[in-house]
């Protein structure tokens, strides 16, 4: 267990349909990240908050809406997904800022858009 | 750009080998970092190791850092059947408010 639950951990789901994925870290920490990882692929990083304010938003497709209500939780809402946005998607969160940034990932979410 | 690249992309190797797995990036850089992840599961951390600093030990993990070379190594020694897993490297420039560069990682198999 690393401190870091994601549900559900697998999702299907039609592309018209409106589901949400959901991060909760119980670190105390203050930066939380959503990343993307298809098959052969690196990881993509979608999404970065430090204390609840986006700071990073990689060209993501409006279909993909982030949320972060406060430190210790941050959820992904999906809507009109594509096929191709089936992948594993990665939640982590780590201290922030600093010289000792070390990532802690969740299990991860394994979506499948039909 | 791709910051982190691995190689070899794939690797195997008998139970009670080494494997060595390398690092290149590109940037300058404040830490680089180790991950490994099996599966289709989260990553888990290793190892990090400052820019400062030339190599670590982590129980059987040696991580060297080369940053004139821009480069990195993770060797496992006396691997296990249990070090099946996907290895990555990530580098953090610094000053990008705690923002990781991950590369794509070398998919290790160890055969008991």
């Known amino acids: 267990e690393t401190g870091v639950t994601q549900t559900p951990r697998h999702l299907v789901m039609g592309m018209t349909n409106k589901k949400s994925l959901k991060c909760e870290q119980h670190l105390g920490h203050n930066a939380m990240y959503w990343y993307k990882q298809s098959a052969k692929k690196p990881l993509e990083l979608m999404f970065v908050y430090n204390f609840k304010e986006q700071t990073e938003n990689n060209s993501v497709p409006s279909r993909f809406s982030p949320e972060c209500p406060n430190s210790s939780h941050l959820f992904l809402h999906l809507h009109t997904l594509q096929p191709e946005d089936s992948a594993l998607y990665l939640c982590?969160?780590?201290?922030?800022?600093?010289?000792?940034?070390?990532?802690?990932f969740g299990p991860g979410t394994r979506l499948t858009v039909l | 750009s791709q910051q982190g690249e691995e190689d070899p992309q794939a690797l195997s190797i008998q139970e009670g080998e080494n494997a060595t797995m390398n690092c290149s990036y590109k940037t300058s850089i404040n830490n680089l970092q180790w991950y490994r992840q099996n599966s289709g599961r989260g990553l888990v951390h290793l190892i990090l190791i400052r820019s400062n600093e030339r190599e670590k030990h982590s129980g059987r993990l040696r991580v060297t850092l080369d940053t004139s070379k821009k480069s990195s190594s993770l060797l496992i020694t006396a691997s296990r059947a249990a070090d099946t897993a996907s290895y990555f490297c990530a580098t953090d420039a610094g000053n990008q408010g705690g923002k990781l560069i991950f590369g794509q990682g070398t998919e290790l198999s160890v055969k008991p």
């Open positions: 982590a969160s780590s201290s922030g800022t600093g010289f000792n940034n070390t990532q802690y």
